[in-house]
């Protein structure tokens, strides 16, 4: 795993992160290294997963949890997963 993608991550490229995302997402092999260098770097992190039915306020929920911890200024980051729903065919927000 390239260091300079490590140190662009630390930085907080999206461009960066994106990749890295798409590394572990499609990539075993590249991926699991990634992860593994990246872990020591996670320090206190939050990992928060929201589900409910269509109409249930995931959004507005998630809307008021990234407004509470952007006033104590911390960074956030959402990542929005939607496998197929019945519903909606797997629209991400709608």
Request: no cysteine; glycine share 10%; net charge negative.
């Amino acid at each position: 795993v390239s260091s300079d993608l490590i140190q662009s991550i630390r930085a907080q490229s999206k461009l960066a992160i994106s990749k890295a995302i798409s590394l572990i997402e499609n990539n075993g092999e590249e991926g699991h290294p990634l992860l593994s260098d990246l872990f020591q770097y996670t320090g206190n992190a939050y990992r928060i997963g929201i589900t409910g039915p269509p109409g249930a306020g995931k959004s507005s929920l998630t809307d008021n949890l990234i407004s509470a911890y952007r006033l104590q200024d911390k960074t956030v980051a959402v990542i929005a997963v939607d496998p197929t729903s019945p519903f909606s065919g797997g629209a991400v927000l709608g």
